[in-house]
């Protein structure tokens, strides 16, 4: 595996596995089972993070703006091509299925809808910074998939209802997927230079 993709990811991973040791050692309580989940859902949140391509502060300056207005879309279906759509809902329907599955409190459509707009809104902000656009479409999209996720673990929940989950979550942080999400993306932004790497 080349260094750099090693790097990046451990500008993902590193936050939210120091996030998650730092409440396991002011809870006491630990489930190996949760960690696993854990895992997967930040692996999740870093091949978003790398396919939406959001910048670094190490890149700021590069440019002769901050900010381009040109690169900002506030028109909605504007996009060019269906397939555009389509990829950003397929990036987000794994968020709207692990969500519920993976923590109780997320199992109201609210929730999933809220989580969907704040991981959406902060990749198209730091998209701001790597000359990506940073467009209302992929904003409605993205929640969009994560609606559509969220439709389907309840299809499936409902078809294996028989199964009663005896799980207790009141031991886990509060909001600790929406800090799992800003560690992640934050993590990307403000650790990983690619200049380092050429």
């Known amino acids: 595996m080349e ?11 590193v936050p939210c596995i120091l996030y998650e040791i730092y409440w396991i050692r002011k809870s006491g309580k630990f489930s190996k089972k949760h960690l696993v989940w854990i895992f997967i859902f930040v692996l999740y949140l870093y091949l978003c993070i790398d396919v939406a391509g959001i910048g670094s502060v190490w ?32 990036m987000f329907m794994p968020l709207g299925f692990l969500l519920p599955l993976i923590w109780k409190s997320n199992r109201q459509v609210s929730k999933v809808f809220g989580t969907s707009v704040v991981f959406s809104l902060l990749i198209e902000f730091f998209q701001l910074f790597n000359l990506r656009v940073t467009d209302v ?6 929640t969009l998939g994560g609606m559509i996720g969220f439709v389907i673990w309840k299809i499936g929940e409902n078809l294996w209802k028989n199964k009663k989950d005896e799980s207790k979550e009141g031991w886990l942080p509060k909001n600790e997927t929406i800090w799992l999400i800003a560690l992640a993306t934050f993590g990307k932004f403000f650790l990983y230079n690619g200049r380092l790497f050429g």
Do not use: H
Request: hydrophobic share 50%; charged share 15%; aromatic share 14%.
């Open 3 to 13: 260094m750099w993709l090693i790097y990046q990811i451990l500008c993902v991973f």
């Open 59 to 90: 890149y700021i300056g590069r440019n002769e703006t901050l900010i381009r207005m040109d690169e900002i879309n506030f028109i909605p279906f504007s996009s060019d091509g269906v397939l555009t759509y389509l990829l950003n809902i397929l």
């Open 137 to 142: 479409d992929d904003l409605m999209m993205n």
